[in-house]
C-alpha cells in the first residue's frame, strides 16, 4: 500500500472522516486482505498520478481485522456492505460507491476535477 493512504481503524477516527468531509472530501478502500479481486483493485488505485491523491483524503480498512468499523460505514453513511469497496465521502454523506469490478478509476478521477 502507497504512503498516500491512511489507515482507518476506529469508530471515533470515521467520524471523524465524515466531519471533516465539510472542508475536503474523503475516500474509504475497504479490503478484504483475503480477497483477491479486492487485490486487484487496491493495485489499480494505487497506479493513480500522485496528483489525484491531493485533491481529496484516502482511507484504508482492512475490513477482516476492523469489521466493527465496516459495520459502522454502513450505518453511518447509509451504504451495503461490499469487499472491496470505495466510498466517496463529501460534506457528512456519502455520494459515491462502488464495489467489486465497478471499481471504475476514470470515474474517482472524473469525481477530483
Request: negative net charge; charged residues 25%; aromatic residues 8%.
Amino acid at each position: 500500500m502507497n504512503n498516500k493512504w491512511k489507515t482507518l481503524n476506529s469508530i471515533e477516527q470515521l467520524d471523524a472522516i465524515i466531519l471533516d468531509s465539510n472542508n475536503k472530501s474523503s475516500v474509504i478502500f475497504k479490503h478484504s486482505t483475503r480477497c483477491s479481486i479486492s487485490t486487484m483493485a487496491l493495485n489499480r488505485l494505487e497506479k493513480l498520478e500522485s496528483d489525484f491523491y491531493d485533491k481529496a483524503n484516502f482511507y484504508y480498512l482492512d475490513l477482516i481485522a476492523y469489521r466493527e468499523v465496516s459495520n459502522a460505514i454502513a450505518d453511518k453513511l447509509s451504504v451495503h456492505h461490499e469487499s472491496p469497496q470505495v466510498i466517496w465521502v463529501e460534506n457528512g454523506d456519502c455520494t459515491y460507491d462502488a464495489s467489486h469490478m465497478e471499481i471504475n478509476c476514470k470515474e474517482l478521477v472524473e469525481l477530483l476535477k
